[in-house]
């Protein structure tokens, strides 16, 4: 897909989408150019027969000519519209552009400048309308037809159209557009049959991305791993025919970075349980656990190409979570790299095991911030729903700038608590700490289990497991992977 900026009139578009807020006339450039090439007929539909309030998400389609169709997006009341309102109306207006038989480019009108209150996640300038319409735009139009016989038209081109597109403009439309690239990246890896997603398929695929963006790389093999002491991860993966991999990808600026973060992603390709083995159908979608190593791998792609002046170090322990006579048991003792022993309580609490040898490893590197990003926790879903990602971590500051950040982003976060009196969840009497601790606040417990396992004052935990797949179509994301927290953590890294 090509990402364009033009002026209004050098469009190539079949469909072009403006807007309408509720009860109010659009005297905007484009709607004037719109209003020409229908000879007056559209300003008529809209206003004289009204045709369409303009409430949020409305859309009404109207043919201008054989060769231009027109999209009217109604944005609500403007006094009431944010950013994250912006991007579901975008996304909304992409599927619906989607059904236009031949239409191959859309354009979309850049929006005016929107300050209405002292919220900062609620204003925003024509920048961040640019960026939010190209991710968005890309989130509506998304689906994944690799495997039906009959493949439907698809979208090639999305325009941003304005008369004045300056610099600061050109860049947010930049960062929609890798971040578009990002989230279909890691949705389309999700998608993936787990069949053909083992550790050693992404492994390959992280060595392709190395070469294609010129980044440093180093893939540890099973024996490699073991050497490094981390014994914790190498359990979790000892029941399945496909052996681990562990990966480290590095993006240095040309210049000297103002800071370095490492970012880690979970990296289940396969989550059976082990012998705690999961019923059929909490399995069914367990092919999804390796969201965090594909959301990872998507964001290093993005960082890349617009080469801001930050170290970037991605890792992923990938490994299968299978039950046979070699898995790991109930019961067992396991030493992390860092040394510490936890005993198996659960076999299928294996995500934040993996994870505990990848923050020891994240310790060797000397960087300024940890972020680790998985699936980890079903109490998640149950404290915060569908839509909203529980966030953790040690430092205020930096949870506080990542909330403000997810707002900006049009994402939802919410932060969960990581207190001392949680390791009595996790007491045992043989080990340092059990992997579980029952049913009670399990998400902050686990977060509390992987705190042991950093020695960075700066370290953010994001779990995605309620939020990592749309079970249903909501306002912005259709069924499916959702690339959650991409966006965020593009800009987070970004600011």
Request: with cysteine; glycine share 6%.
């Amino acid at each position: 897909m090509r990402f364009l900026t033009k002026k209004i009139e050098e469009n190539c578009s079949d469909m072009i989408i403006s807007y309408m807020f509720e009860n109010e006339r659009n005297d905007s450039e484009m709607f004037k150019y719109l209003n020409k090439l229908s000879n007056k007929e559209l300003e008529k539909q809209l206003y004289e027969y009204k045709t369409i309030k303009g409430a949020l998400s409305e859309t009404f389609k109207y043919s201008l000519n054989n060769d231009k169709k027109v999209i009217i997006l109604g944005l609500g009341k403007k006094e009431n519209l944010t950013r994250k309102k912006f991007a579901q109306a975008i996304a909304s207006a992409a599927r619906c552009a989607k059904t236009i038989t031949g239409a191959k480019t859309i354009g979309f009108e850049l929006i005016e400048n929107i300050n209405q209150c002292d919220c900062n996640y609620s204003n925003f300038e024509k920048d961040d309308a640019a960026k939010i319409i190209f991710s968005s735009a890309r989130i509506g139009l998304y689906s994944f037809d690799k495997y039906l016989h009959e493949k439907k038209d698809t979208i090639e081109t999305i325009e941003i159209l304005d008369n004045e597109i300056n610099s600061k403009i050109e860049y947010g439309a930049q960062i929609g557009a890798y971040t578009s690239y990002a989230m279909k990246f890691a949705k389309d890896l999700v998608n993936e049959s787990a069949q053909i997603v083992t550790p050693e398929y992404i492994a390959d695929l992280a060595c392709e991305i190395a070469k294609e963006h010129n980044l440093n790389i180093k893939i540890y093999n099973k024996k490699e791993i073991k050497e490094l002491g981390m014994n914790a991860f190498l359990a979790v993966g000892q029941g399945s025919v496909n052996e681990p991999k562990f990966i480290h990808l590095t993006y240095k600026p040309k210049q000297n970075p103002r800071k370095k973060i490492a970012l880690i992603g979970k990296g289940i390709t396969f989550d059976a349980g082990g012998l705690d083995i999961k019923p059929a159908t909490s399995m069914l979608n367990m092919k999804n656990d390796m969201t965090g190593a594909a959301s990872v791998l998507g964001i290093i792609q993005a960082i890349s190409k617009i080469e801001p002046d930050i170290e970037l170090h991605v890792l992923s322990a990938l490994c299968e979570n299978m039950p046979s006579g070699s898995s790991y048991k109930q019961g067992d003792v396991l030493t992390a790299k860092n040394g510490k022993t936890i005993e198996v309580d659960n076999t299928d609490a294996e995500g934040r095991i993996t994870l505990a040898d990848a923050l020891c490893y994240a310790d060797t590197l000397e960087v300024d911030e940890v972020i680790d990003i998985a699936t980890l926790t079903g109490a998640v879903i149950v404290s915060l729903g569908t839509n909203i990602t529980g966030i953790m971590g040690n430092n205020q500051k930096q949870i506080d700038k990542f909330i403000e950040i997810s707002k900006k982003s049009c994402e939802n976060t919410w932060q969960m608590p990581i207190l001392d009196e949680l390791k009595e969840n996790l007491k045992s009497d043989i080990a340092d700490m059990k992997n579980t601790g029952g049913k009670n606040a399990g998400t902050s417990t686990a977060a509390w289990f992987l705190s042991n396992f950093t020695k960075s004052k700066n370290w953010l935990h994001i779990d995605i497991a309620g939020t990592a797949m749309a079970d249903k179509l909501n306002k912005e994301t259709i069924f499916g992977p959702s690339g959650v927290m991409i966006r965020t953590l593009i800009n987070y890294l970004l600011s």
